[in-house]
């Protein structure tokens, strides 16, 4: 009985890590993805997109042409909220919606604490189950604010 017991939590354990090492589900590749494109690191954001048509959008969207005239000499912390998930027209695509707040200090400012701003971001993107995982095939940023942080 303690046998079967300890194989039981043993199997479940694996099965979470498997979950954990393959990437998660599409909102932790969307998480990934969206770090990677606030952080400017455009090659590896294009790495979870499949097409690319969303490709050149990743790269000719940038999170700094969204938030002008402001720039960002130092990134801060990067929170999400998934809004709404979806099944999309294919089985295998959901629709998300989820807000993304970017914290930043603008150039001139350091602050070890806390950043000096934050702005929030809506994106609305389709992710695919693909052979390799999840991948972006469709995206679109909005800006719905910029502010100080209090």
């Known amino acids: 009985m303690l046998r079967r017991a300890v194989l039981g939590i043993l199997s479940v354990s694996a099965l979470l890590l498997l ?6 589900g599409p909102e932790k590749t969307f998480e990934k993805f969206a770090s990677a494109w606030a952080d400017e ?6 790495g979870y997109c499949e097409g ?6 990743v790269k000719a969207i940038g999170i700094s042409q969204l938030m ?20 999309g027209a294919d089985s295998n695509e959901v629709i998300l919606t ?10 001139g400012v ?5 950043a000096a701003m934050y702005m929030t971001i809506i994106h609305k993107v389709t992710m695919k189950k693909a052979s390799g995982g999840w ?16």
């Open 19 to 24: 979950i954990h090492c393959a990437g998660g």
């Open 41 to 46: 690191r455009v090659d590896e954001a294009a």
């Open 52 to 57: 690319e048509a969303v490709k050149n959008a």
């Open 68 to 87: 002008a005239p402001y720039s960002i000499q130092t990134l801060g912390r990067i929170d999400y909220a998934v809004q709404s998930s979806e099944k």
């Open 98 to 107: 989820v807000e993304q707040t970017v914290y930043f200090n603008p150039p």
């Open 110 to 114: 350091e602050s070890a604490m806390r």
């Open 135 to 150: 991948k972006v095939v469709s995206f679109s940023p909005k800006v719905t604010k910029i502010s100080e942080t209090k």
